[in-house]
């Protein structure tokens, strides 16, 4: 499976984005996949996952900002981002398992697309 991040871009505070995640050379109808980030200078972090019957996952900080969705139909994962803040600038990175579910650790995730950078100004 490849993944192809895009809807990066600047963005001033209290605005949003919508980052899309396109998968080819398989289905995402039967992954889990996840959004990562990744600061200057930081660790990458889990951002939001979503299973295979599509049940969502947050991260603590971006709980009521952040809404991921799958189209199974156009095998594409959504991060819809929303009041973004300064410190959610990072390359965004989409991940897929071909185990259903989802986890935290990025080592869980054996599909990796080329990240997008978002950068929020203040």
């Known amino acids: 499976v490849q993944l192809q991040a895009s809807g990066g871009g600047l963005v001033q505070a209290g605005g949003a984005l919508r980052l899309g995640c396109a998968a080819s050379?398989?289905?995402?109808?039967?992954?889990?996949a996840a959004w990562f980030r990744q600061a200057p200078g930081k660790e990458r972090e889990f951002v939001s996952a979503i299973s295979r019957v599509r049940v969502p996952y947050y991260a603590d900080f971006v709980k009521g900002r952040f809404f991921i969705s799958k189209d199974n139909a156009k095998n594409t994962v959504y991060l819809q981002m929303n009041n973004l803040k300064p410190e959610d600038t990072a390359v965004y990175y989409c991940?897929?398992?071909?185990?259903?579910?989802?986890?935290?650790?990025?080592?869980?995730?054996?599909?990796w697309g080329q990240g997008t950078q978002v950068t929020v100004s203040s």
């Open positions: 991940a897929a398992s071909d185990n259903g579910g989802y986890s935290h650790s990025a080592d869980w995730y054996n599909y």
């Open positions: 050379g398989g289905t995402l109808r039967t992954y889990g």
